[in-house]
Each structure stands twice: as structure tokens, then as C-alpha cells.
């Protein structure tokens, strides 16, 4: 069995245990001790997606960071899987945009 399908649903003492909030997405962020990893990745047909790693267990300000970067630099993206991914060849500019937020990266990858 997963840890999903043994992940407790209901107790007698809190009730819907699905209805509470995650504790991980209230944990506060130190921006000086982060370093973000970013990585330029391409498909077969030649579509570029810069990926960005290394970010902290806070859902609500990774979510934050992903709509900024998209806002700033107009283009598409998403936050999932720990991850948040911008659409387009925009590596130096998302380089130049966290630096302008005091976050340290580091560009992996070749």
C-alpha cells in the first residue's frame, strides 16, 4: 500500500483532516540562505522551456515567484511538481530579474 491510500481522512478528535491547511505552505522563506538552480531545457521540436529548482517547501511563495517571473517577463509557465517552469529562451533575463530580488542561482546544465 501507497502513502496515499493510507493517508488518514477523518479523526474523532479534528474531524475532515482533508479540510485543514498544510502546515509546509506556511513555513516562512529565508531568501539569503536559497540557492535556486536553473536549467535551460529543449524539446525535440526545438521549444525551449527554463526550468527553475532548488525552491524552498512554501507553496504559497513559490506561486508568488512563478506569477512574477511570467508577469515580468511575458511569458507563459507554471509552478508543479516542486518546480516552476517558464516557457521561451529567456535564461539571462530570469537570471537578471532574481538577482534584482537579492535571490542567489546558480545556472546548471550545459
Known amino acids: 500500500m501507497s502513502d496515499e491510500e493510507?493517508?488518514?481522512?477523518?479523526?474523532?478528535?479534528?474531524g475532515d483532516q482533508r479540510?485543514?491547511?498544510?502546515?509546509?505552505?506556511?513555513?516562512?522563506?529565508?531568501?539569503s540562505s536559497l540557492e535556486l538552480k536553473i536549467?535551460?531545457?529543449t524539446s525535440g521540436k526545438g521549444r525551449t522551456?527554463?526550468?527553475?529548482?532548488?525552491?524552498?517547501?512554501n507553496k504559497?511563495?513559490?506561486?508568488?515567484?512563478?506569477?512574477?517571473?511570467?508577469?515580468?517577463?511575458?511569458?507563459?509557465?507554471?509552478?508543479?511538481?516542486?518546480?516552476?517552469?517558464?516557457?521561451?529562451?529567456k535564461l539571462e533575463e530570469v537570471g537578471l530579474f532574481l538577482g534584482q530580488k537579492s535571490l542567489k542561482f546558480k545556472k546548471i546544465g550545459g
Open 6 to 14: 493510507n493517508k488518514l481522512v477523518w479523526s474523532d478528535d479534528g
Open 19 to 31: 479540510k485543514k491547511k498544510s502546515t509546509e505552505s506556511q513555513v516562512n522563506v529565508c531568501e
Open 39 to 41: 536549467r535551460r531545457l
Open 49 to 57: 522551456i527554463i526550468e527553475i529548482t532548488g525552491l524552498p517547501n
Open 60 to 89: 504559497n511563495w513559490c506561486k508568488k515567484l512563478s506569477k512574477e517571473l511570467k508577469k515580468q517577463l511575458g511569458v507563459g509557465g507554471a509552478y508543479k511538481n516542486d518546480a516552476i517552469e517558464l516557457h521561451g529562451e
